[in-house]
Nanobody, 120 residues
């Protein structure tokens, strides 16, 4: 059974930083690309970043480039999202996702999400 568990969210002041973690179990973590998404209240889920199996390649949506950094530790079966210079617009539930198949970027497995709230 594949499980993804996010952690690291919380309440932070604008301008601060957070590092989100997503621990994966139930599959060979290094075989699959990973992604980060978020969903703010009343909005659709938004893609943030993806990272390839090795961690050598990352892609970000334009709105977060320069502030968000996605990385992974295959030995720990964990993917991370470092978020800097937080703004109230970053308030959302953040989700990690794992590709369903090797060499794919279609995400079939999702975590339960971690809440990030940024106060002004």
């Amino acid at each position: 059974q594949v499980q993804l568990v996010e952690s690291g969210g919380g309440l932070v002041q604008a301008g601060g930083s957070l590092r989100l973690s997503c621990a994966v179990s139930g599959r060979t973590f290094s075989h699959y690309a990973m992604g980060w998404f978020r969903q703010a209240p009343g909005k659709k889920r938004e893609f943030l970043a993806t990272i390839d199996r090795s961690g050598d390649s990352t892609v970000y949506t334009n709105s977060v480039k320069g502030r968000f950094t996605c990385s992974r530790d295959n030995a720990k079966s964990t993917v991370y999202l470092q978020i800097n210079r937080l703004t109230p617009e970053d308030t959302a539930v953040y989700y990690c996702a794992s590709a369903g198949r090797r060499y794919s970027y279609e995400y079939d497995y999702w975590g339960q999400g971690t809440q990030v709230t940024v106060s002004s």
